[in-house]
């Protein structure tokens, strides 16, 4: 198995997947430009990536690609459709760098509450101001709103707790039950929570459904003073709108992530947010602690290992999750060869696709039950057909049809 690891990662995880057998080809400077040569010269059937762009043109140079694991939690950088249309599947490793993005959220929380980059820049320039900074209002008492109640989300109000704070969260999944299971109050809309937040944080992942989810409405409804902190993804703000109100209202701004920032890991950068007081930001880096890195590599080894044993992918992301079938085919049968080729010929003789199949055996092997999701239903005569097959014990077809 070729193994195309085309980004920097671990060298245990590289021993590792060599250990499992691969032939590993370790490119930890390739860019998103570079990916479809790469790929084209060496046919991976596995491609890892920590934050290289997979493009539509990397996935069509592909001939034998049948995995492609994100080292670390989002896929956005991924063509996860293109991926999907050739039958390739996404995984990533969710979670796994939790806290080191909490970590990194709160050192921005401190950072806007008590003015360090500010007072590092003054310190370098040869300034004592200790009158301007001694003005801080501290975070103990003080309300932290989690936008997105994921393992990250989680994190975060975690460490708020221990700051002393009231943790308020929101997310679209969220009832008062959960929140209440969670140890943290409820907000029924998302302006509804940063109008009552002293400091909100933004963990959601980027979808098309996520994107500007911070919009101008929720930007207006946060209170002059607020910090505001976001290490998820910067499609996810509407930046434009941020920019303004930290120019208009005090808002205090803590980002590790930009709309349209560099793909590379160099380039020049300016946006007019970063040049505004009241701003500290990083480099989106969120992730890129060593012990979040370590347990990226274990996990993604994890990923790879199972899918050579056993052709199942952990946390895939691009499985549908309904299908077209609109009938059920249950065949409880012999477990002899020819029986499912029996089956599979009347099925495309009618004509009719198989969306979905599962062939279970029974202990000892003698017997088995294919579970067959068909896209339009059998005929009674085609459902004669198969059980005059000698070793077709049972025959059941049912509607996956809910009546309304």
């Not at 370790?26 to 790929?39: E, G, K, N, T």
């Not at 299971?181 to 302006?191: D, I, K, Q, R």
């Not at 009241?278 to 880096?285: A, E, Q, R, T, W």
Request: aromatic share 4%.
């Amino acid at each position: 198995m070729k193994v195309l690891v085309a980004d920097k990662f671990q060298k245990s995880g590289i021993e590792r997947l060599q250990e499992l057998g691969c032939q590993v080809l370790f490119l930890p400077d390739c860019s998103a430009q570079d990916m479809p040569q790469a790929i084209a010269e060496h046919q991976p059937d596995i491609l890892i990536v920590r934050g290289t762009n997979v493009t539509s043109a990397a996935i069509d140079a592909a001939r034998r690609l049948r995995l492609i694991v994100r080292a670390g939690a989002g896929v956005d950088s991924i063509a996860v459709n293109d991926a999907s249309r050739q039958g390739i599947f996404v995984a990533n490793c969710p979670g796994k760098n939790a806290v080191a993005v909490a970590e990194l959220a709160w050192g921005l929380i401190l950072a806007c509450d008590r003015r360090i980059a500010e007072q590092t820049i003054d310190l370098r320039a040869g300034k004592w101001r200790k009158g301007e900074y001694s003005k801080a209002r501290g975070l103990k008492g003080r309300r932290l709103g989690i936008i997105g109640t994921g393992q990250i989300g989680l994190e975060i109000a975690a460490r708020g707790k221990a700051f002393d704070m009231e943790v308020a969260a929101w997310s679209r999944s969220l009832t008062p039950e959960k929140a209440e299971a969670l140890e943290v109050g409820f907000a029924p809309s998302l302006v509804d929570l940063v109008r009552i937040s002293d400091v909100i944080s933004v963990n959601v992942a980027a979808t098309p459904e996520t994107e500007h989810l911070i919009n101008e409405e929720v930007i207006a409804a946060i209170r002059p003073g607020t910090i505001f902190v976001n290490t998820s993804r910067g499609s996810v703000v509407d930046q434009v709108a941020l920019t303004q109100a930290v120019k208009d209202r005090d808002i205090r701004v803590g980002l590790d992530v930009f709309a349209d920032e560099p793909n590379g890991n160099s380039a020049d950068f300016t946006q007019e947010i970063t040049q505004l007081f009241g701003f500290v930001g990083s480099h989106h880096v969120g992730a890129s602690t060593d012990q979040a890195q370590d347990a990226i590599a274990e996990e993604t080894i994890r990923i790879v290992r199972k899918f050579l044993q056993t052709g199942d992918v952990c946390n895939c992301v691009n499985l549908s999750e309904k299908t077209p079938a609109t009938s059920l085919l249950t065949v409880r049968h012999q477990n002899r060869p020819g029986v499912l080729a029996h089956i599979f010929e009347i099925v495309g003789d009618a004509g009719i696709n198989v969306e979905e199949m599962e062939n279970i055996i029974y202990d000892g092997a003698e017997a088995a039950c294919a579970r067959i999701q068909l896209g339009s239903p059998l005929q009674t005569e085609q459902l004669d057909q198969i059980q005059a097959n000698q070793h077709v014990l049972a025959v059941d077809q049912k509607s996956l049809v809910t009546q309304v």
